[in-house]
């Protein structure tokens, strides 16, 4: 498994956040910053963050632990970018100590 760049893994979860939000208009990746609230600008509810989370874990190859998923992390980007990059950066570098391993 290869390591995306900062800036692949930003893109690829907005991408992941807008293809499964309920939003009518026409909102652009680059609109999203860190304070932008998913819920309030995308039309999120309960069940529709319930689905973005398992998109997230299965696009991205991580697991959320679920006491961690409070409203506030989960209703504003740049807490689910941090959350996502940091559990996607702990699953890559264990993936990486495993293939090294028993290498001479």
């Known amino acids: 498994m290869h390591k ?9 979860l907005k991408k992941i956040v807008l ?13 999203m910053f860190d304070d932008f609230n998913i ?4 039309g999120f509810d309960s069940l529709g963050l319930i689905r973005l989370i398992v998109e997230i ?3 991205l ?4 632990d679920e006491s961690e998923l409070t409203y506030e992390m989960i209703s504003i980007y740049g807490n689910i970018r941090k959350y996502a990059s940091k559990l996607y950066n702990e699953v890559n570098q264990s993936n ?3 293939d090294t391993f028993g290498e001479v």
Do not use: G, R, W
């Not at 293809?19 to 609109?31: A, L, T």
């Open 96 to 98: 990486q100590e495993n």
């Open 19 to 31: 293809n499964n939000s309920n939003c009518s208009q026409n909102i652009s990746p680059d609109e």
């Open 61 to 64: 190859n991580i697991s959320f």
């Open 57 to 59: 874990e299965n696009n």
């Open 39 to 42: 819920v309030e600008n995308l």
């Open 4 to 12: 995306m760049a900062k800036d692949d893994f930003d893109i690829k």
